[in-house]
């Protein structure tokens, strides 16, 4: 069959897109919302690409400098990560594309829910239908998806937002052999990570599920953020609303939090994102530890050049301050 050029580079540009759509479940919050949602990922993509030339077309200022030390230390080399985790974010297209699926599917593909539709519920336990993975009851993974989707959590500082799981498993028979020898050892030293036997699965796609708390608390009760935008960063720097904040809390962090910073610290625990892990949160805690390879890192580095390049700065206690010119 002939194609002319035009369709030629039309399916170029489809094969080699980052695909990510919104499951059907997030229609139920309506056709406002679901606009929302795809402004925010818009907006989560856009501040990875800002974030790589503020730092590369900056990389003397103080601000910037004063910043990234926060986040990073003096270790480059977790700048250089973060650079390239950040890279792989802005891959993702900036809008969805709802024209995938079985088994067409790809290991850099995303998947959002924002219900639990792609779980079964058991007595026992709960299985994640696309990846056929059980979360047995009691565990910690069980334990986060019941927050997740609870009807009203309680409220302790410590709340699940969204869980992504890539499009990786861990090879169970290597692993598992790994740990008998480990124990036919006495149990010395540490025992095999099982990080170390993750394996990529390259026809299933990653997939996020956005908290229905948290998603309630950002589009009916206007608690949380969308974007990063003028309107929010002016309240974050009211001290009547700082007051209403956790005290573990700072500025940054409710921004960190907006449905872009989520959307943000999600993507780069993707295949195609990084694969990051949780090792800690907040802006207080990243300028303890400097942790590496972590989701909330990346994303406080994104609002933090965010806002940088829209006029503001971030210090060491997390407030959002203007830049006096």
């Known amino acids: ?39 925010a990922f818009r907006e989560a993509v856009t501040m990875a690409g800002t974030a790589l030339d503020v730092l590369n077309k900056n990389p003397g200022d103080q601000k910037v400098q ?10 480059e080399k977790l700048v250089k990560e973060a650079k390239e985790i950040l890279g792989g974010v802005k891959k993702y297209d900036d809008q969805p594309n709802p ?19 792609n779980y079964e519920e058991h007595p026992d336990k709960s299985t994640h239908k696309l990846f056929n993975l059980d979360l047995p009851k009691g565990s910690p993974h069980k334990k986060q998806h019941d927050v997740c989707f609870a009807a009203n959590p309680q409220r302790d500082g410590n709340l699940v937002m969204a869980i992504t799981l890539r499009s990786e498993g861990v090879d169970r028979k290597k692993y598992n052999a790994a ?11 540490t025992a095999p990570d099982e990080r170390a036997y993750i394996v990529s699965r390259e026809d299933i796609p990653n997939t996020m599920d956005l908290c229905t708390w948290y998603l309630r608390d950002v589009f009916n009760t206007n608690a949380g953020f969308v974007t990063v935008d003028d309107a929010s960063i002016a309240k974050v720097q009211q001290k009547s609303f700082l007051d209403t904040i956790p005290k573990a809390e700072r ?10 910073g989520t959307f943000l610290h999600e993507l780069t625990h993707t295949y195609l994102g990084g694969r990051t892990f949780d090792y800690s949160y907040g802006w207080v805690n990243s300028g303890k530890h400097h942790p590496r390879n ?15 390049k829209k006029g503001y700065w971030v210090d060491d206690d997390g407030n959002v301050k203007k830049i006096q010119k």
């Open 1 to 39: 069959m002939k194609l002319n050029r035009f369709v030629i580079l039309s399916l170029v540009d489809i094969c080699m897109a980052q695909r990510w759509k919104l499951d059907r479940g997030c229609d139920h919050w309506g056709a406002a919302n679901k606009e929302k949602l795809k402004v």
């Open 294 to 308: 972590n989701a909330d890192s990346m994303a406080q580095l994104g609002v933090a050049m965010h806002l940088f």
């Open 251 to 260: 500025a940054v962090d409710q921004l960190v939090q907006s449905l872009a």
């Open 99 to 117: 024209y995938f699926d079985a088994p067409f599917w790809r290991n850099t593909d995303l998947i959002v829910y924002c219900d639990p539709s």
């Open 66 to 75: 004063k910043m990234v030390k926060h986040i990073f230390g003096d270790d």
């Open 179 to 189: 740990i008998d020898e480990w124990k036919k050892k006495g149990s010395k030293g």
